[in-house]
């Protein structure tokens, strides 16, 4: 085994309970993890993870890299299906139904959670053709129900009055921040509950990213937010609650500005102030 030096700060890992000190929302709560693992393999990812989520709030995932915030945030549309030798134990409640129920039509449920990845990925075809996808695939084509999404998921994602003149032409030709928000407005024009995003700002540039962080503002109440991201800064300017992950473990899980600025644990307050990770 490898000494630690006498400054590394890195927390030891070890069964603890997660301290909770969250912001709870009006409207109750929209998800709620209990006792949640997962594995790839033999390897485990994740350990007990417990947590509510507050409907139209915005909850941050914060931690270093590898710590499975990402692995959580897709666990809850169940992007993780597909990848061999998974396994999950516990239980996500959403609506009262477990999503790992082998009734649960997972294809419905990927509608309810719309999913924004890191790096924008728009379709090779026109920016209208982008945002009803989803009504594409539900066999939807009525012209006026398919012209009133666009309007509406535009300007939801405050890029209507940027494109409402090119709607037909092909989204490969605007900005990397035009292009994540129109898979924002690609998400959100099923009429989703809840919005997934990992890591939505990794890829652009700080003024484009300032859009993006305006924009999950103006969404909040709308919809529950879940965000995935490395930038600390971000999770205290977008954020109600903040999750701090560290080796698969929720460690602490509170109302952001406390988590900034008062955390409970000595682990999370050297996360925050960059002694680690």
């Known amino acids: 085994m490898v000494a630690l030096a006498a400054d590394d700060v890195r927390p ?3 069964e603890t309970e997660t301290v909770y000190h969250l912001k709870r929302g009006p409207e109750g709560t929209a998800l709620a993890i209990e006792d949640f693992r997962l594995w790839y393999g033999a390897a485990q990812a994740l350990h007990g993870v417990s947590m509510t989520v507050e409907r139209g709030l915005v909850t941050a995932l914060i931690g270093p890299s590898g710590c499975g915030k990402s692995t959580l945030l897709r666990s809850l549309n169940r992007m993780n299906d597909l990848i061999d030798g998974l396994r ?10 477990d999503i790992y129920d082998r009734r649960v039509d997972v294809i419905a449920l990927r509608k309810r959670m719309g999913m924004v990845f890191q790096k924008p990925n728009p379709f090779p075809m026109s920016i209208f053709e982008n945002v009803i996808y989803p009504l594409r695939v539900d066999g939807i084509r009525d012209r006026h129900v398919l012209e009133e999404t666009v309007e509406r998921a535009l300007k939801g994602s405050a890029l209507w009055d940027e494109v409402k003149d090119r709607l037909h032409q ?9 292009q994540q928000r129109l898979c924002i407005a690609r998400a959100i024009a099923a009429d989703p509950e809840v ?15 300032a859009k993006i962080e ?6 909040s109440g709308r919809y529950t937010i879940i965000i995935v991201t490395h930038n600390m800064q971000q999770a205290a300017r977008v954020s109600d609650n903040t999750a701090f992950m560290y080796l698969g473990r929720l460690i602490e899980y509170g109302e952001t ?13 050297d996360y925050v102030t960059g002694r680690f990770g």
């Open 88 to 97: 999950t134990g516990g239980r996500v409640m959403f609506d009262g139904t």
């Open 257 to 269: 500005e406390a988590m900034f600025t008062n955390p409970k644990l000595g682990r999370t307050r």
């Open 214 to 219: 305006e924009l999950i503002d103006d969404l």
């Open 12 to 14: 030891s890992v070890t």
């Open 195 to 209: 919005l997934l995003m990992d890591e939505p700002c990794s890829a652009l540039d700080p003024i484009a990213t």
């Open 170 to 178: 092909s989204a490969l030709g605007m900005s990397g921040g035009q």
